[in-house]
């Protein structure tokens, strides 16, 4: 009896040891947290580019041309001698008439390079030439045919002198003249230079070619008012 007693009690508190053992506990479930969302990526506009206007040109100022500018009409001042003032620079004496033609200078006609440049393209004929374009005028200077022979209707008239080889100084358009004779003359030893006083109706002609001014002065119905051999 005291057998089952004695364990009876070991029952008991194994029991109560049991009770009061701590035990592995059960996990606790937690409540289901929702998934977070994502926002949908909102797609920004694309701005588009800015359209670059080109620059604007900058304005260039034109240099002012160093040549003399012509101007609209002459200036033509008679003198109490009754002569003619062109432009403030050059006399003349004389009407233009064939009976009575102006009596021009190499200096005036030369000025005419003044405003014609044919390598710029400048063809200006200074008014004060205009003047006398059509006008019957004289001059002296070196005068050659084109060509040696017998006679010739042609004479070539210069400021310097000039054999059309090797003697002398080569003219330019702006001091020589083509005159065309009103009747032939006679021809002397070839390479002989004479100068003379002719007279004829001036014409007024700018030529080019090549970006060169080839002639600008031509006497028509010419006439020798006086030649020597030089």
Same mark, same amino acid.
């Given at each position: 009896?005291?057998? &089952?007693?004695?364990?009876?009690?070991?029952?008991? *508190?194994?029991?109560?040891?049991? !009770?009061?053992? %701590?035990?592995?506990?059960?996990?606790?479930?937690?409540?289901?947290?929702?998934?977070?969302?994502?926002? %949908?990526?909102?797609?920004?506009?694309?701005?588009?580019?800015?359209k670059v206007e080109p620059a604007a040109p900058t304005?260039? +100022?034109?240099?002012?041309?160093?040549a003399p500018q012509p101007t609209a009409q002459a200036?033509?001042?008679?003198?109490?001698?009754?002569?003619?003032?062109?432009d403030g620079r050059f006399t003349l004496t004389g009407?233009?008439?064939?009976?009575?033609?102006? &009596?021009?200078?190499?200096? /005036? !006609?030369?000025?005419?390079?003044?405003?014609?440049?044919?390598?710029?393209?400048?063809? &200006?004929?200074?008014?004060?030439?205009?003047?006398?374009? @059509?006008? $019957?005028?004289?001059?002296?200077?070196? /005068?050659?045919?084109?060509? $040696?022979?017998?006679? +010739?209707?042609?004479?070539?008239?210069?400021?310097?002198?000039?054999?059309?080889?090797? *003697?002398?100084?080569?003219?330019?358009?702006?001091?020589? *003249?083509?005159?065309?004779?009103?009747?032939?003359?006679?021809?002397?030893?070839?390479?002989?230079?004479?100068?003379?006083?002719?007279? @004829?109706?001036?014409? &007024?002609?700018?030529?080019?070619? #090549?970006?060169?001014?080839? #002639? !600008?002065?031509? !006497?028509?119905?010419?006439?020798?008012?006086?030649?020597?051999?030089?």
């Amino acid at each position: 009896m005291k057998g &089952v007693w004695t364990l009876l009690a070991v029952v008991v *508190i194994a029991g109560a040891l049991a !009770l009061l053992w %701590p035990s592995e506990s059960a996990p606790v479930a937690l409540p289901e947290q929702p998934a977070a969302t994502t926002a %949908p990526a909102v797609e920004q506009p694309v701005k588009a580019a800015a359209k670059v206007e080109p620059a604007a040109p900058t304005p260039t +100022t034109k240099q002012p041309d160093t040549a003399p500018q012509p101007t609209a009409q002459a200036r033509i001042d008679r003198q109490p001698d009754g002569t003619l003032l062109l432009d403030g620079r050059f006399t003349l004496t004389g009407s233009g008439s064939e009976q009575d033609p102006f &009596v021009i200078g190499w200096p /005036l !006609l030369f000025s005419a390079n003044e405003t014609i440049d044919a390598k710029a393209d400048r063809m &200006v004929v200074p008014p004060r030439i205009d003047f006398l374009n @059509g006008q $019957w005028v004289q001059i002296s200077g070196f /005068l050659a045919p084109p060509l $040696w022979g017998v006679q +010739t209707n042609e004479l070539l008239v210069m400021k310097n002198r000039w054999d059309g080889c090797c *003697i002398g100084l080569p003219p330019t358009p702006f001091d020589c *003249i083509e005159a065309e004779l009103a009747t032939p003359i006679k021809l002397g030893a070839q390479h002989t230079i004479s100068f003379g006083v002719i007279r @004829g109706r001036l014409v &007024v002609s700018p030529f080019k070619a #090549g970006g060169f001014l080839i #002639g !600008l002065y031509r !006497l028509e119905l010419a006439q020798l008012a006086d030649m020597e051999p030089q």
